[in-house]
Every structure is written in structure tokens, then in C-alpha cells.
């Protein structure tokens, strides 16, 4: 009898030291720590409000309701905030990458420029379509797309980075309908535009209608020529065309649609694949319920700033569906952004 009870009690022993040296559950990971939310952008701007926006809500749908930080990590059009995924960032599921989706045409386009194939990371989810404009500031004297294309000088827009969803599409704005548009380079981020075009340097820009400052919609202060996603947005004039619907010819909306697709993606946040599977589909789930959030939406629609979400797995879908795009769109393509 002595021998089965000291046989019992070693067992138990062992069964609580297996319980004892468990690894913690994933469920149980994030609590006490932070998620670090880095935006590939500068501070001020449409992608930094959208991440700022996700940062004040995902920590009350994460177990362990961890605290989430924003930080900045602005260059070469974001591509710095990518390249920091996989190269430093935490593998832990710490880390979250919000970019310029411009980058994911880039990839396409010119795969030994920027040498990412972004199905390898793991998508957490986007926040909304992207609905950007290219517009120039009224008092340049500009009332309509047309008026813009017999402009008899040069029109100077600013410019961030080359590749930028910006750059695609002040070069859609120039080489398929004709506008006499002159980039600046210079400007770090939309934020650093918009101070120049109230100030006389820049005539115009293209960029998330999100991120337009609301009094220059209050006063009117700008002429819209053209939208890049067949989608409506907060106080954006019904008569804005996109601009597929009105492209000169079926080849030039075929080059369109495929330069503006990552806009399906607009507002994307993507980890590391070495991330463990089980982190991903938590951060999945707690994005997801964040957009259902009616307390995100309405924070969402106070800032003018719109929720269409989709989930990681259609952002992975769609970006596999742009890079099965046939080599003749491409090609087309590049000539849209040769100058």
C-alpha cells in the first residue's frame, strides 16, 4: 500500500510540475504587455489618423486587453516600416506594420526595385477601402477636370516618395488625361503638402480623401478632379468622377483598375509570418471586432475618417488576385509611370 500511495503522490507531483512549466496559453500572452502599432508614415497624415483611430480601441478586444503605442517610422514611402517587419521587429506578436499601399503596386510593377512579395507576411486585416482625390487648390483658378487640361502652365503637386499611392496617382491624373502636373519632391508626408498648398507653394495634390482637412471642404477651398475608387466618401461631391469610368479608352481603364487596386486594401496592418500562428489569429480576431466596435465607428465617423473593412484573409486573397494580373496590363502600366 505504502509503494502505490508514494507511486500516486510522485504522479501528482509530476502531473502539477507539467502544469507548473507550461507555457502560457496564447490567450494569456498579451496580458501586461504592449502592442506596438508602427506607422510607415509621418505623423499627421491619413494612414497615422487611421492608426491612431485603431490604437485607442483593439486593446479592449486583445485577451489580457494589452496596451497598445503608436510609433512613426516614416521613409521611402513606408517600404521602411515593411523592411522592419521581418528584419527587427519583435517575432512575438508585439509588432504591427500599417504602410502605404502604393508599395503593393510597386512590388508588382518593379519587383527588383522593391523586392517584397507581400503574401509573405501575415495580414492582419485593413480598416477601409482607400478613396483618394487628386484635386488642386481653387484659387489657382481651376473649376473643373477640363479646365485643368487646357491649364496653359504647369500645375505643381507634391510628392512624398516615388510609388506612393500619391505618385500612381498624380501619374494617372497626368499621362492618361492630359493634366500639365509637375511633382515636387520634398515632403515627407501629406501633412508637410497640405501647409504648402495653403501657402501658395503647391497648386494642388493627390491623396486620401480621409485625411483633407474639413475646412478646406467647410470653405470650399479646393477643386476635386478625379477619384480613385469606385466608392463614396464623407461630404465628397456626388459629381467627382472615378476616374475608370471616364478613362479615354478600354485600355487606359484596364490600366487603371489595376494601378488602383491595392486601394481594396487602403488601410492595411500586417505582422511577420514568424509570428505563432495562434498570436495571428488573436490579433485577426480582436482587429475584427474592433471594426464591429460602436464605439470605433462612431470615434471612426467623428474624424471623417471611413470603416470598410476587410478581414486578413481578403487582403491576402486580394493581393494574390494583383499579382496573377497578365504581363500585357503591366506593361501598359509602366508606360502610365515612366514620367
Given at each position: 500500500m505504502r509503494k502505490q500511495h508514494r507511486r500516486a503522490a510522485l504522479g501528482a507531483l509530476a502531473a502539477l510540475a507539467v502544469v507548473g512549466f507550461a507555457p502560457a496559453s496564447a490567450e494569456d500572452f498579451y496580458k501586461g504587455r504592449t502592442i506596438n502599432l508602427i506607422v510607415g508614415n509621418t505623423a499627421g497624415g491619413g494612414y497615422d489618423a487611421n492608426t491612431r483611430l485603431l490604437a485607442r480601441h483593439l486593446g479592449r478586444?486583445?485577451?489580457?486587453?494589452?496596451?497598445?503605442?503608436?510609433?512613426?517610422?516614416?521613409?521611402?514611402?513606408?517600404?521602411?516600416?515593411?523592411?522592419?517587419?521581418?528584419?527587427?521587429?519583435?517575432?512575438?506578436?508585439?509588432?504591427i506594420v500599417d504602410f502605404n499601399f502604393g508599395l503593393i503596386t510597386e512590388s508588382k510593377m518593379n519587383p527588383t526595385k522593391i523586392k517584397v512579395d507581400f503574401t509573405k507576411f501575415a495580414w492582419i486585416g485593413s480598416i477601409s477601402q482607400d478613396l483618394s482625390v487628386c484635386f488642386v487648390w481653387r484659387p489657382v483658378g481651376i473649376k473643373s477636370l477640363a479646365d485643368a487640361q487646357k491649364y496653359p502652365k504647369e500645375l505643381h503637386f507634391g510628392l512624398t516618395a516615388v510609388g506612393s499611392s500619391s505618385d500612381v496617382n498624380a501619374h494617372i491624373t497626368k499621362n492618361i488625361f492630359k493634366v500639365p502636373i509637375h511633382q515636387v519632391s520634398g515632403y515627407p508626408g501629406s501633412a508637410e503638402q497640405k501647409l504648402a498648398i495653403e501657402r501658395g507653394e503647391l497648386d494642388g495634390a493627390c491623396g486620401a480623401w480621409s485625411s483633407t482637412p474639413p475646412d478646406w471642404v467647410r470653405n470650399d477651398s479646393i477643386v476635386n478632379l478625379l477619384k480613385f475608387a469606385p466608392v463614396s466618401g464623407v461630404d465628397l461631391p456626388t459629381d467627382v468622377p472615378f476616374a475608370a469610368d471616364i478613362?479615354?479608352?478600354?485600355?487606359?481603364?484596364?490600366?487603371?483598375?489595376?494601378l488602383t487596386a491595392p486601394t481594396q486594401v487602403g488601410r492595411p496592418f500586417i505582422a511577420?509570418?514568424?509570428?505563432?500562428?495562434?498570436?495571428?489569429?488573436?490579433l485577426r480576431r480582436g482587429f475584427d471586432a474592433t471594426m464591429k466596435d460602436p464605439a470605433f465607428v462612431a470615434d471612426a465617423e467623428k474624424q471623417r475618417l471611413p470603416v470598410s473593412p476587410k478581414t486578413g484573409e481578403e487582403c491576402l486573397q486580394a493581393i494574390k488576385d494583383i499579382y496573377a494580373l497578365p504581363d500585357v496590363v503591366v506593361a501598359a502600366a509602366k508606360k502610365v509611370l515612366e514620367n
Open positions: 478586444h486583445i485577451p489580457g486587453n494589452p496596451d497598445i503605442v503608436v510609433q512613426n517610422l516614416p521613409g521611402a514611402a513606408s517600404l521602411t516600416s515593411v523592411q522592419y517587419v521581418d528584419a527587427s521587429a519583435p517575432k512575438d506578436g508585439t509588432a478613362a479615354p479608352s478600354k485600355s487606359d481603364a484596364d490600366v487603371i483598375n489595376l511577420s509570418l514568424q509570428v505563432p500562428a495562434d498570436r495571428i489569429e488573436i
